[in-house]
């Protein structure tokens, strides 16, 4: 069993990514952000995070996008704008169907928001500088285990949101 930490759309915040990692940091085989950092890729907050680049980061340095494996689970992950994720997911579910990703991890919106489509799970974090919905700042916590994924949603001062915890069968 393995655990992923994702984040998205932290947009400058350091102190709160530092926080983040320290809280997790033993609990968790691989830390996400989908863009949106603001943050160069030597900035110490960013640490230990696996980035991409979104649309207000303009220093560079990031990929677009870009592929992981944990425990025989394939990851795509990009920010979303490229794929217009505000409206619909038709483009990223092709994308994710050629790289044949089992996990779409991505951002953009502010929307927390996980679903399966087509065998694969689709998951927006939300944001934790300016959540659109809901209206806590959100990261989520993926426990991957054999047949099925379980997704926790946290607020940012670490509380759980159980009420939005789900959980999906996807298998290997």
């Keep these: 069993m393995s655990k992923v930490l994702i984040v998205s759309d ?10 983040i990692r320290e809280r997790h940091i033993n609990e968790v085989d691989m830390m996400i952000h989908c863009g949106d950092s603001q943050l160069t890729p030597d900035d110490k907050a960013i640490s230990g995070y696996l980035t991409v680049m979104g ?16 425990s025989g689970r394939k990851f795509f992950i990009t920010h979303g704008h490229r794929y217009s994720v505000k409206t619909s997911l038709i483009n990223l579910k092709y994308k994710a169907q050629e790289v044949n990703a089992d996990i779409v991890c991505f951002g ?22 300016l959540p659109r919905e809901p209206m806590e700042k959100t990261y989520v916590i993926l426990d991957l285990l054999e047949e099925k994924i379980k997704l926790s949603v946290f607020e940012m001062n670490g509380r759980e949101m159980a009420e939005l915890a789900r959980e999906f069968t996807l298998p290997k």
């Design 55 to 70: 649309n207000c980061d303009f220093s560079g340095g990031y990929p677009l996008e870009t592929i992981s494996e944990v």
């Design 108 to 129: 953009h919106s502010h929307i927390l928001s996980a679903e399966v489509i087509d065998g694969t799970l689709f998951l927006n974090p939300g944001s934790i500088r």
């Design 10 to 19: 932290s947009h400058g915040l350091t102190k709160e990514l530092e926080v």
